[in-house]
DNA sequence: CTAATATTAGTAACTATTACTGTTAATTAG
DNA sequence: CTAATTAACAGTAATAGTTACTAATATTAG
């Protein structure tokens, strides 16, 4: 049985107020100015509950930590090399990759997980300026 | 200026001999048969730096540790939710979901990185069973 | 209101990985 | 073939991210 609390509310307001994709680490020390004196394990068990509950992402883009997602539809991300931000893409799903994939595969494709790397808008203008 | 190895040629051997994307553990517990006295750290160090070189490719498949695969050239793998296991995929190359990313992003895509997840063929046919 | 219990803060523990240090061994120069 | 140089090593300590534990607190049900 799920119990409301306080700090989990905190948190997904958090979430659904950026789009900056955060680390756990982040969304604890934004979460703080409301909630002084939070646990970075209350953070954290919150983050995985949200995840598991699918009411927000989680995204491992191979950086040394997880990061976080406040909205929780399918969408792709593109990391950019250039200043490490994790931007969200506007783009068609990519549903049929799966097809592709389980063509000739003796298994089951239940679905993917992708994400690009480049350069962002903003790093891709500073670098030709 | 790169020195030869013992320790190095035992793990790329190591990982020219499996299609199981063993973690650097795995690694270390295998290459410790032909060199018993290896150390965890060198398995690391030498990890990296092949990966580095693009002799091997690191896997970042969202587990809580990375894999490493000896076979370098550009390939999908799917991670089977049943055993946890990650295999090779035989299929097309998906550069064209880059083109599919692009369009209408402001910055600059330069690839992207995919695996599939789903139940490998062992699995699906132990469950159909 | 009271009882039951999910959640918390704070802290300790854990796991994967990297850094450090003195030693060993691969390469280069003579 | 030495000897000098230094990359790489083994062993160990340290770090980072995350999870587990515990007694106290806050939420919900009745």
Redesign the interface.
């Known amino acids: 049985m799920i119990k409301h609390s306080r700090q989990r509310d905190a948190i997904l307001t958090y979430l659904h107020s950026t789009k900056s994709h955060p680390t756990a680490e982040t969304v604890y020390e934004n979460v703080r100015e409301s909630i002084p004196n939070i646990s970075l394990g209350t953070v954290y068990r919150n983050l995985n509950m949200l995840a598991e509950t699918g009411d927000i992402l989680r995204l491992?883009?191979?950086g040394t930590s997880d990061r976080y997602d406040g909205n929780p539809e399918q969408h792709?991300h593109?990391l950019?090399?250039e200043c490490g931000r994790v931007?969200d893409?506007?783009?068609?799903g990519?549903e049929h990759?799966?097809v592709?994939?389980g063509?000739?595969?003796?298994?089951?494709?239940?679905?993917?997980?992708?994400?690009?790397?480049?350069?962002?808008?903003?790093?891709?203008?500073n670098s030709t300026e």
Do not use: D, Q, V, W
């Not at 893409?89 to 068609?92: G, H, K, S």
């Open positions: 491992s883009c191979g792709y593109i950019c090399r931007s893409l506007e783009m068609a990519l990759i799966n592709i994939a063509a000739g595969f003796g298994g089951t494709i239940e679905g993917h997980f992708a994400y690009f790397y480049g350069c962002c808008p903003e790093c891709t203008k």
